[in-house]
């Protein structure tokens, strides 16, 4: 029986604690390409607790995957590159839940000398394309998917996920000198994508 050292890790993105339980070794290593700096200790406090779990369907002789988020299955995805966006995705969708003291705004999110900046907007309009823009030019990088408010002191708190950079902006973001990934990921609702660290993007 593995240690639970070999199949689990933890993070704290800022505001959010996420648990990553999960025998594959190679989503461990593409999670820890975008967070290892966040990696902590196990959680006392509310988390978001992700399974990915693989399993065979031998009358097809086809893989499917299970992503299960606190226990419920949310996501079947067919092929191992949709893993890391479907995790992504996962705890999305479960900030609501596990952090009812933020209200949560689908916006990208950055601050500069003290004051936030709210940029809302429906997917693909190009949130985080100009959250990355501002991130490069000195911002202060808090989430390119929500804007998290506290309920009572209207302080808005950081969620550094990693960018999700479209098809249609990948030329933005190498004109920008933003290093892409060699490999795309596949996500079902958003087509093709890519993940960067923001401290990628800052660093240039």
Known sequence: MRHERDTTRHYQTGAVSITLDSPLSRLHREYADLYARFESKPHASPSIRVEVRRERRHWLRRRRYHVLVNGRLQFEPARADELLPYVEWAVNW?????????????????????????????????????????????WRYLCDEFALVH??????????????????????????????????????????????????????
Do not use: N, W
Not at 151 to 172: D, E, Y
């Open 151 to 204: 309920c009572h002191s209207l302080l808005m708190h950081p969620f550094p996920r990693a960018i999700c950079i479209k098809r249609g902006s990948f030329a933005v973001a190498q004109q920008m000198g933003v290093p892409l990934p060699r490999a795309e990921r596949h996500q079902s609702a958003k087509g093709f994508v890519h993940f960067v660290s923001p401290f990628v993007v800052s660093s240039h």
């Open 94 to 138: 479960e900030i609501a839940r596990t952090y009812p003291q933020f209200l949560h705004l689908h916006a990208a999110a950055l601050e500069h000398d003290g004051l936030g900046l709210i940029l809302p907007g429906e997917s693909g309009s190009g949130k985080s394309t100009l959250a990355m823009a501002l991130l490069a030019r000195g």
